[in-house]
């Protein structure tokens, strides 16, 4: 099946250390990549895309992600991590024109 | 802000009962999609509509409908309510299938 698989359900980091949340999918085709992020009591937010081109896509809030074709992956980056930063963090790929997420990932940044 | 609206933010109802949601996409988008949001299951993806047509449909129980209307603002129908059904439920809307998608802040379902 196509879809997505987020194998971590908690990443725990130091504030001002490097973070990683892992993304690895499973589509026919290339793949169009989502990440998003939830903060508490909110919806959904749009971080980046990856569609074609540089490997290495930048989002919002200094988010980053690297697209990695023979490891199908496509994994949420950032060099230092915040306190606001923890959130759940959902990865999507487009499946047919439809979307599908992983499970998400919470996110805790410790001061 | 995202632009996507919903209304109610907050519904508490007893079971057996129907309730409706509804969903303003951002302004342009034709594409609406609706989802569930429960502590247990993750984010479930209901049902999809593109400027008015139903164009996909995910683990939409018999009991929920949805529709869009002419003006695209979209609404989602729960009946017969079940304790289960309690859980936030997003709408997000995209320019076209398969674009990037917006969400709203949510509506949350509590059934008692």
């Known amino acids: 099946a196509q879809s997505v698989a987020q194998p971590e359900d908690q990443v725990n980091v130091a504030e001002g250390n490097p973070l990683t949340v892992k993304c690895t999918y499973s589509v026919s085709g290339n793949p169009y990549l989502f990440w998003y992020v939830q903060y508490p009591n909110r919806g959904l937010q749009f971080l980046l895309k990856?569609?074609?081109?540089?490997?290495l896509v930048k989002g919002s809030y200094g988010f980053e992600a690297e697209f990695n074709k023979s490891q199908t992956s496509f994994h949420l980056k950032k060099p230092s991590a915040l306190v606001s930063d923890s959130a759940l963090y959902f990865c999507?790929?487009?499946?047919?024109?439809?979307?599908?997420f992983g499970a998400g990932t919470r996110l805790t940044v410790k001061p | 802000d995202s632009g996507v609206t919903q209304t109610p933010k907050h519904l508490i109802t007893a079971t057996g009962q129907r309730v409706t949601l509804r969903c303003s996409p951002r302004s342009g988008d034709l594409s609406v999609y609706w989802y569930q949001q429960s502590l247990d299951q993750g984010l479930q993806f209901l049902i999809q509509y593109y400027n008015g047509e139903e164009r996909a449909k995910g683990n939409i129980l018999e009991r929920f409908s949805a529709q869009q209307f002419p003006d695209l603002h979209s609404e989602l129908n729960l009946s017969s309510l079940e304790l289960g059904d309690s859980a936030l439920y997003f709408c997000a809307s995209s320019v076209v299938p398969g674009d990037t998608q917006y969400f709203g802040p949510g509506t949350r379902l509590t059934v008692l």
């Open positions: 999507a790929v487009r499946v047919n024109n439809d979307m599908r």
């Open positions: 990856y569609i074609t081109g540089d490997n």
